[in-house]
């Protein structure tokens, strides 16, 4: 049985900091890319940042370029996000995703976690 749990999530003014994790298991990790996907209030769940299999291919959007930055660590099974100069409109649940391909497209992605709730505040 597969299995994303995200973690990490919580309450930050602008211009904060966090660090989501999303923790993995009965799957072979290191062979699906890992991407992250927002859903903001009164929006659709939405693309964030994914990451290829070897760490080597990363993709961001652009609202996000510059300020997230993913990680993965395929010895623990996690995907990390880390999220520096937080601005209001970061707030969102945010999900992890595990897929086999390259792409910013949800429905690319076989598996999800139940997500993990960002608010930041002005």
């Known amino acids: 049985q597969v299995q994303l749990v995200e973690s990490g999530g919580g309450s930050v003014q602008a211009g904060g900091a966090l660090r989501l994790s999303c923790a993995a298991s009965?799957?072979?990790?290191?062979?699906?890319?890992m991407g992250w996907f927002r859903r903001a209030p009164g929006k659709e769940r939405g693309f964030v940042v994914y990451?290829?299999?070897?760490?080597?291919?990363?993709y961001y959007a652009d609202s996000v370029k510059g300020r997230f930055t993913i990680s993965r660590d395929n010895a623990k099974n996690t995907s990390y996000l880390q999220m520096n100069s937080l601005k209001p409109e970061d707030t969102a649940v945010y999900y992890c995703a595990a897929g086999q391909l390259l792409s910013t497209r949800l429905n690319a992605y076989n598996y999800w976690g139940q997500g993990t709730q960002v608010t930041v505040s002005s």
């Open positions: 990451i290829g299999w070897g760490a080597g291919n990363t």
């Open positions: 009965g799957l072979a990790f290191s062979g699906y890319v």
